[in-house]
């Protein structure tokens, strides 16, 4: 039952079904963690939240480089780009986004700059911004990307690592003394 319901939910944020899927603008309510974002969506006129968790990537810090005094790295370089109000779509390159295990909907999340730096607009994948600063890798998975995308991402992950951004620096701001 709470899988149809996230299932229903999703419907709601405007997903079709063909080749590719993308959702509407959901407006953002919350960034838990450098991974997961809740939006907001409506069922029968009232707002409910959606977990959404960004696919394609893991993540390159480490539990150890984590506490009160060294916040996550992916998850502060998330709310650098987004806030509680900010618009996204999600994405997924397959005929319908995957819900994992813990009920949480799963793809990349895109999102114009307009609104942020009002400057000219830019779509941007948050993966992608995670990977190139060196916080994320790319993550292979069952319904894959398309090549184009995939070496891409593969791209940015060597060129942060060649950079020494993120978790590839010589010495991280976020390492404890």
Not at 57 to 74: C, F, G, K, Y
Request: glycine share 6%.
């Amino acid at each position: 039952m709470f899988k149809k319901c996230l299932i229903i939910s999703a419907c709601l944020l405007g997903v079709a079904c063909a080749e590719a899927v993308e959702t509407a603008q959901v407006t953002v309510r919350d960034i838990s963690d450098g991974l997961n974002i809740v939006v907001e969506s409506s069922l029968g006129g009232a707002t409910i939240p959606v977990r959404v968790q960004l696919s394609y990537i893991a993540l390159t810090e480490t539990i150890e480089m984590v506490d009160e005094q060294h916040p996550s790295p992916s998850a502060s370089l998330l709310r650098h780009y987004l806030h509680a109000g900010s618009t996204i779509s999600l994405y997924e390159p397959s005929d319908e986004f995957p819900v994992d295990a813990f009920g949480r909907i799963r793809g990349l999340v895109r999102y114009d700059t307009k609104a942020q730096a009002g400057a000219g607009e830019k779509r941007l994948c948050l993966q992608e911004e995670l990977i190139r600063a060196g916080w994320a890798i790319y993550r292979k998975e069952e319904n894959d990307l398309p090549e184009s995308v995939a070496a891409n991402f593969k791209k940015i992950e060597a060129e942060a690592r060649s950079a020494h951004r993120g978790a590839w620096a010589e010495k991280l701001e976020t390492e404890k003394p």
